[in-house]
């Protein structure tokens, strides 16, 4: 089982990853989480997870470089279905083979008015996030990022309209539609 490590999550919830890790395992095996644990970071090859983006999932708007190795991604999400904002966030970025994996779950939740606004649902207001974070290792090429929407009932991704070509070498950065 892969894990992101997220400190400061784990020193004030549950400061012993090697325990969290035994018990959700455990739990896990036995069949008592649902949905069940992620296997690995890796969601595969967009074609193969229907990774067009769904209308009404969010929109990834923008990425900006804040400092020598760290960027600040913002967006918003939603779970149309259940017609509230989204339970979390994924930022992925696409690997040399063409695979995507995933960078970071988003934390920080912003209030979107305009959102709530524009799609007439008050429910959609803390459909906004914001995420720092520091790029993989870099292969010369641009890298391409993606998120998606995260429903804890199902374990399901949804992506999100818009994808951002990060050019570490460069500092370029574009934020585009994607044309899966």
Not at 36 to 51: D, M
Request: some cysteine; aromatic content about 6%.
């Amino acid at each position: 089982m892969e894990v992101l490590p997220k400190t400061a999550l784990l020193q004030t919830s549950f400061p012993d990853i090697a325990a969290l890790k035994q018990y959700t395992g455990a739990l896990n095996r036995n069949g008592l989480l649902s949905p069940p644990l992620r296997k690995s970071l890796t969601i595969g090859r967009p074609a193969a997870t229907n990774g067009k983006p769904t209308q009404g999932c969010g929109t990834f708007e923008t990425v900006e470089q804040t400092g020598p190795h760290t960027y600040l991604a913002k967006g918003w999400g939603i779970a149309p279905q259940q017609q509230k904002a989204a339970d979390g966030i994924v930022l992925a970025y696409e690997d040399g083979n063409g695979s995507l994996t995933i960078l970071d779950v988003i934390e920080t939740r912003t209030l979107r008015p305009d959102v709530v606004h524009t799609l007439r649902q008050p429910r959609y207001l803390y459909a906004g996030w914001e995420h720092t974070f520091a790029l993989p290792p870099a292969t010369g090429n641009p890298i391409k990022l993606t998120a998606w929407t995260f429903d804890t009932n199902t374990g399901t991704l949804c992506k999100t309209a818009n994808v951002s070509l990060v050019a570490p070498d460069t500092g370029e950065i574009r934020t585009a539609q994607d044309r899966q």
